[in-house]
């Protein structure tokens, strides 16, 4: 149930907020298993001339850029899988951004499961019911 907020700083012209979308469910499916059904992706854009990195626009360096902030569940993936998400984002933005700019970024932000949660009910909720209905089950 990962929620996935995205920053583009190149033209909409650049890379359709569908394509984007599709890359970021695949990808966070494969690499961190999480259910695209339950997954939100929320796509803004910013005029090149309107972000900065080291206080020129990606319009006077000719570049673009993403931003993505990813909230997860804690204790859910592995260092070592988001260590490979956050490279596989870069490496696919890559290919679907021109000239795509270093200074780029993956946030994946760990979310306490007792403060994080849709539909009016926490993770944390969702695990105990999940354990005593393997329980009752048993």
Avoid: C
Avoid at 70 to 95: C, L, Q
């Amino acid at each position: 149930m990962p929620y996935l907020n995205l920053k583009i700083g190149a033209p909409r012209s650049a890379l359709p907020p569908e394509r984007a979308a599709s890359f970021l469910l695949e990808a966070t499916r494969r690499i961190l298993g999480k259910d695209p059904a339950l997954t939100a992706v929320a796509i803004d854009y910013v005029a090149p001339d309107q972000w900065f990195v080291g206080g020129r626009s990606l319009a006077e360096q000719r570049k673009s850029s993403f931003y993505l902030d990813i909230r997860v569940t804690d204790e859910t993936n592995t260092k070592d899988e988001k260590a490979r998400y956050i490279a596989a984002v870069f490496e696919g933005f890559a290919g679907l951004l021109p000239d795509l700019h270093e200074e780029s970024y993956v946030h994946v932000i760990d979310a306490r499961a007792a403060a994080y949660g849709f539909g009016g009910k926490t993770q944390e909720f969702r695990y105990h019911r999940k354990s005593l209905e393997v329980s009752a089950s048993s």
